[in-house]
């Protein structure tokens, strides 16, 4: 899956994609493992509401300060993003229940972009029973 | 499972629940995954020691003041519950050895309530070898 | 997995001991969960880069101080190294392509001590196919 951000610092609501690739798959139980092979993007799981949104980036802004000091940025200039990124989720493993991802009503799935614009890699990797009553992966 | 919490902040030990529920299950090998369906309380693997419990709702606390100001709280009044639960896990995978959680002699899985007292639902997928040399699920 | 720690606090690479031991069993495709059964260390994924790695230490230094005051250090003097761990990962699940760990070009997978120097177990339960074609965890 890819995900093009569009800011500097953004909350993306990637649910409805992974639940789509999900539906072409042929999983009906198991887990879905969600991962990002990044190091200044991170996963979330939160309510996808505007104001909450905006309180996310700053916290993490109020946490880890853009502005530093920080070594890692004597050789590149986006140490804020990699250490906000610790902070949160490298990857997000979610059962899945009749071939959906099994998220509460509130629960949406966030790419949480700290260094955007830029076009992000989500990797989905499921495991369980598919349709057929077979085993996969 | 269902958890019943108290308090408003709380750190609830779950892990006989989850063992026993792992025992009444056949399986011996694998992986459980265990997560929560909310975005106000979150899961965390640690110590269960009084002392400790209490200086964990003091850091969050502390990192999160409940006063804000949050843009969220313009449409709930619960935004420092959401980001608490941000800074922790939705969700624990755990390996399972011998039918039981594999969890350190120190480790203990707590269901994390931010904004309580409320009735928790904790869902469990185990994935892996059951008794009888069946795969599942 | 067992790995020296060499420092009160430290970043440890261990990823090719993970690719080497996952190189080792015959699994091709899947998740790698990777798991450490303490409460005052913690994994992490991120880039491996010195002045990155200090700045890391530093972060988890500043947003939990080592002196205090904690209640958990009237019985024990280590409180700090438990609510750093408590802020990161206690295990990470990272999916497994052709054999390897499906790691970023700049992700790299560590062992963060925060209560060194100690010998340290790092377990890994792997899920999915084996190249003779059968079904493991």
């Known amino acids: 899956l890819r995900v093009q951000t569009e800011r500097r610092s953004q909350l993306v609501n990637i649910t409805p994609q992974v639940q789509e690739l999900l539906g072409r798959s042929e999983f009906t139980e198991g887990i879905a493992l969600i991962s990002v092979p990044h190091t200044t993007c991170a996963l979330a799981v939160n309510e996808d509401e505007e104001g909450l949104k905006e309180d996310v980036l700053q916290l993490l802004s109020r946490l880890v300060p853009e502005a530093g000091p920080y070594e890692h940025n004597k050789v590149d ?17 979610l059962p899945i229940s009749a071939g959906k991802l099994q998220l509460g ?24 029973d598919v349709a057929n009553g077979g085993k996969s992966p």
């Open 77 to 93: 200039n986006n140490a804020h993003a990699h250490l906000r990124s610790l902070l949160q989720l490298p990857y997000i493993a």
């Open 105 to 128: 009503s509130w629960q949406s799935l966030f790419l949480v972009e700290w260094d955007g614009p830029r076009q992000r890699m989500v990797l989905i990797t499921l495991m369980g």
